[in-house]
């Protein structure tokens, strides 16, 4: 009797299961089919969520989902910067930019705030000496707020004397607001971040916890790199906050620091970071937008990529740029796994006769990157693309330059994750000057750089292809 009772409770425990398990994988797959995502992907994520169900389900909704366009732009902002636009009688000057360039100056302004600004004062950094002491020479001179998100700020002696001067400042009464990533400094002590409170700074992690009402969030990180002064100088490109650039002289990157209307782009993007961070301690924008001087005739927009909109605003932008150049587009990233979007328009570009180069490191400083990257080579030299890697060391530079005209400096990295999944930052200057000197500068990088040469290429051990096949599988969640 007792043996045809455990049948029994064994049969009833499978049938559960078997319908929670139904249940389960039909709901993912529903899920996945409603997004509308790259039909290629989503079947092969529903072949493997069907064959390895509870692994793939985990992974699936912590790292798979795809929350484009479901972060909110709180009222409160939207109100807000109204009331900025109002003040500052921003308009559209579009019609001032090439008329080659007209379309993605349009295209881009479909982002939120992502003005066109002109006559800012606008200097590209290399080295991170200059940047450093002139980042802690002008917080010590702030009169009203330092605004300041990094993806890594670190506990070291850089870390620790910029985070001193952050206090010191507070202490004097300037409101300072910090935002970090909780991922990437997860090893930083919570005493770090107290003591920078019990000193006055406001202090706020990008996402409060792991999950942000029902979605994860640990898949989408702030990668900015972002400073505000007093509205009126601003800080952003690809140099963190650490001893990584003095422990590694042969490290090279590219800053940039912006006075005057330029820095409206990166204080617009600070702001509704902070609101959605759950920080709703600014009451009225308007003392955060002075008005400013008038430098130059640069025009200069940024544009931040984020989850408040339906649309991949960089992500096309970077598309249209390689689509619409004319002579050539230099580029420059320390990682390179481009997705289906960029792969396409680097080859129609180089197949095109444009001048296409792309300069990455020789060595990465994540190993496992490295052949998967190798596995996108062939493809894209094949169309004419040329690749050059940087020899003397790990080059983080993220900068692109085309036709004397347009060039960029960067947060993003040519990889899946900066444009599908983390919170980047690009900037865009519609200037002649800017682009000559950030073309001399990739030039000047190009002599320590050694070129891939396809045959060669081509004979590489088919165990090493093999290899880099396998690692470019996992290049989404690199």
């Keep these: 009797m ?18 929670i398990y139904a249940i389960i994988v039909l709901f993912s797959l529903a899920v996945m089919i409603s997004e509308n995502r790259d039909p290629i992907r989503s079947l092969a994520r529903m072949v493997t969520i069907i064959f390895v169900p509870i692994l793939w389900v985990l992974l699936f909704y912590v790292f ?7 972060e909110k732009i709180p009222e409160f902002y939207t109100k807000e910067m109204k009331q900025v636009l109002k003040q500052l009688h921003i308009k559209d000057t579009a019609e001032h930019v090439h008329k080659g360039y007209q379309p993605l100056v349009r295209l881009l302004k479909n982002h939120p705030n992502a003005w066109i600004r002109e006559g800012s004062d606008i200097e590209i950094i290399t080295s991170w000496e200059r940047k450093f002491w002139q980042l802690l020479e002008d917080i010590q001179q702030a009169q009203h707020h330092i605004h300041m998100e990094y993806f890594r700020f670190d506990n070291d002696a850089i870390g620790t004397k910029v985070k001193e001067a952050l206090m010191q400042k507070a202490e004097e009464g300037i409101e300072v607001r910090f935002l970090y990533d909780n991922a990437a400094n997860w090893m930083i002590p919570a005493s770090f971040y107290r003591e920078m409170n019990t000193a006055g700074v406001k202090v706020s992690p990008f996402f409060k916890g792991i999950f942000k009402g029902r979605q994860s969030t640990i898949n989408y990180r702030n990668h900015r790199k972002v400073v505000v002064i007093d509205g009126k100088i601003g800080y952003m490109g690809g140099m963190n906050v650490g001893d990584e650039y003095h422990s590694s002289p042969t490290r090279r990157d590219t800053h940039m620091r912006i006075q005057w209307e330029g820095v409206y782009g ?18 009225h924008f308007e003392e955060y937008f ?16 984020g989850n408040y909109a339906q649309r991949n605003s960089i992500l096309q932008a970077t598309t249209n740029i390689l689509n619409n150049a004319k002579e050539y587009c230099y580029i420059q990233t320390p990682y390179f796994l481009p997705n289906t979007e960029i792969t396409h328009a680097l080859c129609v570009a180089g197949l095109s006769g444009i001048d296409v180069r792309i300069m ?13 990257a190798h596995s996108y080579y062939e493809e894209v030299m094949k169309a004419g693309v040329r690749i050059f890697e940087y ?24 990889d899946f994750r900066s444009f599908e999944h983390h919170f980047e930052i690009n900037s865009y200057l519609y200037d002649e000057v800017l682009a000559k000197e ?25 165990r090493k292809k093999f290899s880099e096949s396998i690692m470019r599988l996992f290049a989404p969640l690199m």
């Design 360 to 372: 990455i490191p020789k060595k990465t400083d994540a190993s496992y990157v490295d052949p998967a």
């Design 64 to 70: 798979g989902r795809g929350h484009r366009g479901k």
């Design 266 to 283: 990166l204080q617009a993007s600070f702001l509704l970071d902070w609101i959605n961070s759950w920080e709703k301690d600014i009451q």
């Design 2 to 19: 007792s043996q045809h009772i455990l049948f029994i409770i064994e049969q009833i425990f499978e049938a559960g299961f078997l319908t």
């Design 290 to 305: 002075p008005k400013c001087k008038h430098y130059s005739n640069n025009r200069i927009q940024i544009v931040p990529r």
């Design 391 to 414: 020899l003397p060391g790990f080059i983080h530079a993220k900068t692109l330059v085309v036709d004397d005209y347009l060039s960029s400096v960067w947060s993003v990295n040519m």
């Design 438 to 462: 950030n073309k001399k500068l990739f030039e000047e990088d190009l002599k320590q750089c050694k070129e891939i040469d396809l045959k060669e290429w081509k004979t590489r051990p088919w």
